[in-house]
């Protein structure tokens, strides 16, 4: 084990970047974390799969009332969620990867796999090889053998990452099967979501790090070490942040982009403030940036604002700190609404009434964070639709979840001879099941560019 990985499994280790720090406590990261090499992140990710698979998953399939669950794959048709799974380094499914888990009398979950290939030591395969044929007829062996009264299967008509068995792999399954069994074929859905939507506590040790990346790279591309007024863009910024994510070996799950509100531009309280994009950055110009990466499996989603001065200014304008305060307002009102139980829509709906009640011009679009950024869970309001989300608004919150507390406050500012101004704000946390815990602290002050 290299130096720099016995270190951070040393820090993972400990609990203080959550414990240490209140829900309400910004932070400005100055200094990113190491960043493991790909070869180093291996048993990190392997051991976090390992442990969900041995102490989560039973207790899921156990919610979801199933006694088997198949996840079926062809290669390069990969069920979205099969990577959630298996160990790294895994490219593929290999031919047809067939990943039975069944619930045994005392709660423990076999887990073995019906394919010619194995995929690493978690999967012992029951299958010896043979023609395509046999792989399904093998299948429905360990089935008869096990006799389960309820098999999932990823099939879902609302739920994008629980609809991963595509149409062919599903007809060959139904087509192996005596019609016995074929009746006891049900939608995995409740199981997949609370699978993908559920954080470990080594998950979470180790989170912090991935959101501190996010963070620090922002706060690099908002300085005068990338932005010069008057001679960079926003798309050069933008790219800065795609191009050093990739230099440190972290994946955008979508492309960076910056944009600019200017004083003398059109805006309504009423409609989005978008900003510019494209810009030569002036000074006296609001930046703003939207930046997402995966690291170790978990991801992340950070919007965060930044002023340049304008020439003798010292400092930001009294009117915009003063809108970033009120965002930061609007999002205790939102984490202070999170209680166990509630649905996504009845949490948008308490905090656009509190909102309302102090006046503060807010649209609210939060979403669940995990292995994907926009993942499965609660949906709390939309950006285009302030009200009741169906299905995915209606799913209540859980324990042991992160969120991208995410939107918008609008606010007039009378140095800009009271133009409205959007604060944009996006901060990655964790719901305890109590409590709303930022992951890497959140924007409570401007980045300065001079």
């Known amino acids: 084990m290299s130096k720099k990985l016995a270190l951070f499994v040393a820090i993972c280790g400990l609990s203080l970047p959550l414990a240490a720090q209140d829900a309400s406590q910004g932070l400005k990261i100055t200094t990113l974390p190491d960043v493991l090499s790909f070869k180093e992140r291996i048993p990190l990710i392997n051991d976090m799969v390992k442990d969900r698979l041995d102490n989560l998953l039973p207790t899921l399939m156990q919610e979801a009332e199933l006694d ?22 895994t490219f593929a499914a290999r031919r047809t990867s067939i990943l039975v888990f069944s619930k045994q009398p005392d709660g423990r979950v076999d887990r073995f796999n019906v394919s010619r290939y194995p995929i690493g030591d978690l999967y012992p395969t029951v299958w010896q090889g043979g023609s395509s044929e046999q792989q399904w007829h093998r299948l429905a062996e360990v089935i008869a053998e096990r006799d389960p009264k309820r098999i999932g299967i990823n099939m879902s008509a609302d739920w994008a990452l629980a609809d991963g068995l ?29 699978w993908l939507e559920t954080r470990s506590e080594k998950e979470l040790q180790v989170y912090p790090t ?10 690099e591309a908002f300085s005068n070490k990338v932005i010069t007024p008057k001679v960079t863009t926003t798309d050069d910024v933008a790219w800065y942040l795609r191009e050093r994510f990739e230099a440190l070996q972290l994946r955008p799950w979508f492309q960076p982009y910056v944009n600019v509100q ?37 991801c992340t989603d950070t919007q965060e604002m930044a002023y340049v001065l304008k020439h003798q200014e010292t400092d930001v304008p ?7 305060q009120l965002g930061n307002r609007w999002q205790d009102i939102l984490t202070n609404n999170f209680k166990t139980g509630l649905t996504g829509n009845q949490i948008l709906a308490n905090t656009i009434k509190q909102s309302e009640a102090e006046n503060i011009i807010s649209s609210t679009y939060s979403h669940p964070l995990g292995f994907v950024g926009h993942a499965p869970g609660p949906t709390i309001g939309m950006w285009d639709n302030q009200s009741p989300t169906p299905i995915q608004g209606d799913w209540i919150l859980n324990p042991n979840t992160v969120y991208a507390i995410e939107g918008n406050i ?20 964790l719901f305890d099941g109590k409590n709303v815990r930022y992951l890497a602290g959140r924007q409570t002050t401007w980045h300065l560019i001079r």
């Open 68 to 89: 088997m669950w198949l996840v079926i794959n062809r290669e390069y048709g990969e069920d979205r969620l099969f990577y959630t799974l298996v160990p790294q380094p």
């Open 166 to 194: 595509s149409v062919g792999l599903h007809n060959q399954l139904v087509k192996s099967l005596p019609n016995k069994y074929q009746q006891r074929l049900v939608s995995a859905e409740d199981l997949v979501i609370r």
């Open 210 to 219: 991935a959101v501190s990346l996010a963070r620090g790279v922002i706060a």
């Open 262 to 298: 200017r004083q003398g531009d059109k805006a309504d309280k009423d409609a989005a403030v978008l900003g510019q994009a494209n810009q030569v950055i002036l000074p006296g110009d609001v930046l703003h940036t939207d930046v997402g990466i995966c690291y170790l499996n978990l």
């Open 318 to 324: 009294q009117g915009l700190k003063q809108a970033l």
């Open 410 to 429: 609008k606010r007039q500012v009378p140095e800009w001879d009271n133009q409205w101004v959007q604060i944009k704000l996006e901060q990655d946390a």
